[in-house]
T-cell receptor, first 110, second 113 residues
Framework: EDQVTQSPEALRLQEGESSSLNCSYT??????LFWYRQDPGKGPEFLFT???AGEEKEKERLKATLTKKESFLHITAPKPEDSATYLC???????????FGTGTRLLVSP | DGGITQSPKYLFRKEGQNVTLSCEQN?????MYWYRQDPGQGLRLIYY???????QKGDIAEGYSVSREKKESFPLTVTSAQKNPTAFYLC????????????FGDGTRLSIL
């Protein structure tokens, strides 16, 4: 069965303190790995898609990387506005649906 | 602006009542999805549709029904058979079926009176 595990569950950072969020996955052939940001009471906002090991994507202070077993979302010099829940999801080959992790709640304090 | 509109934002259901959640998209996407989000759990797929007049059950379809009569609309009915309907419901769409990111609306929060 396809599974996604995100860690840590929650992370508190000071503004400017860089860190990484982890997404470990087991899937029968990866078609794509997706990162989303979700603010309280809102729907997830798409950030990145990664398709193969070694691939990297960047957007402002965020950088996503992918290996054969996990993905990392690196946050460089975070700001309070980066506070949100970050969700990871995988799509297996031959299947349309996404399997989501439970997310990492990030709080960045000024 | 293109996007996905879910309504209402908050909905209350009485015992034995069916309620319908609206989802409309103007992105010209072929595929649409309904998810349920509960605290401490990942999003779980209820139903999805690849084309008009066709839809498939997801992982937790019991107690729910959908229709896809128009490309831009994918309403979800929570029936009285769904015994634990209190949750945050999210509608999504994607331009294709594989390798494409799903884009989400801002959800409907359903509670029981």
């Amino acid at each position: 069965e396809d599974q996604v595990t995100q860690s840590p569950e929650a992370l508190r950072l000071q503004e400017g303190e860089s860190s990484s969020l982890n997404c470990s996955y087991t899937v029968s052939g990866l078609r794509g790995l997706f990162w989303y940001r979700q603010d309280p009471g809102k729907g997830p906002e798409f950030l990145f898609t990664l398709y193969s090991a070694g691939e990297e994507k960047e957007k402002e202070r965020l950088k996503a990387t992918l290996t054969k077993k996990e993905s990392f979302l690196h946050i460089t010099a975070p700001k309070p506005e980066d506070s949100a829940t970050y969700l990871c999801a995988v799509q297996a080959k031959g299947f349309q649906k996404l399997v989501f992790g439970t997310g990492t709640r990030l709080l960045v304090s000024p | 602006d293109g996007g996905i509109t879910q309504s209402p934002k908050y909905l209350f259901r009485k015992e034995g009542q069916n309620v319908t959640l609206s989802c409309e998209q103007n992105l010209n996407h072929d595929a649409m999805y309904w998810y349920r989000q509960d605290p401490g759990q990942g999003l779980r797929l209820i139903y999805y549709s690849q084309i008009v007049n066709d839809f498939q059950k997801g992982d937790i379809a019991e107690g729910y029904s959908v229709s896809r009569e128009k490309k831009e609309s994918f309403p979800l009915t929570v029936t009285s058979a769904q015994k634990n309907p209190t949750a945050f419901y999210l509608c999504a769409s994607s331009i294709g079926y594989y390798n494409q990111p799903q884009h989400f609306g801002d959800g409907t929060r359903l509670s029981i009176l």
